[in-house]
C-alpha cells in the first residue's frame, strides 16, 4: 500500500506564496506521474499541474507562470510552489500519483490521493 501526506497549506494574503510537499512512502517500487488538484467548496476537483516521468508538465490557464510543479525522485516527494497568490486559489489542494507498488516479487500499479491540504488566501 502507498500513502500520500500533504504539507505546506495555511492562510496567506493575496500576493503571498506558499510551497506545498507530498511525501509518497509504502512499497513503492517507482512513481511515474504525479499531479496536484484543487477543489473549492461546491465545486469539482479541478487540475492544478502535473509532471510525466519523462520530465515534462503541464499547468491549468489560472496557474500558469505562478505556480511551478517539481519532483525530487530520490525522496518520493513532489513540491507545489504557489507565488502570486489570489484568493480564487483558496482550495483543498490534493497530490496524486501514479504508482508501481511492490507485491511479493513482483508489482501492480495503483493511483494514490492524498488527504489534502487546505489553502485560504485573503483579500
Known amino acids: 500500500q502507498v500513502q500520500l501526506v500533504e504539507s505546506g497549506g495555511g492562510l496567506v494574503q493575496a500576493g503571498g506564496s506558499l510551497r506545498l510537499s507530498c511525501a509518497a512512502s509504502?512499497?513503492?517500487?517507482?512513481?511515474?506521474?504525479m499531479g496536484w488538484y484543487r477543489q473549492a467548496p461546491g465545486k469539482q476537483r479541478e487540475l492544478v499541474a502535473t509532471?510525466?516521468?519523462?520530465?515534462?508538465?503541464n499547468y491549468a490557464d489560472s496557474v500558469k507562470g505562478r505556480f511551478t510543479i517539481s519532483r525530487n525522485n530520490a525522496k518520493n516527494t513532489m513540491y507545489l510552489q504557489m507565488n502570486s497568490l489570489k484568493p480564487e486559489d483558496t482550495a483543498v489542494y490534493y497530490c496524486?500519483?501514479?504508482?508501481?507498488?511492490?507485491?511479493?516479487?513482483?508489482?501492480?500499479?495503483?493511483?494514490?490521493w492524498g488527504q489534502g491540504t487546505q489553502v485560504t488566501v485573503s483579500p
Open positions: 509532471s510525466t516521468s519523462g520530465g515534462s508538465t
Open positions: 509504502g512499497s513503492i517500487r517507482s512513481i511515474n506521474a
Open positions: 496524486n500519483a501514479d504508482v508501481k507498488v511492490s507485491r511479493g516479487f513482483g508489482y501492480y500499479t495503483g493511483d494514490y
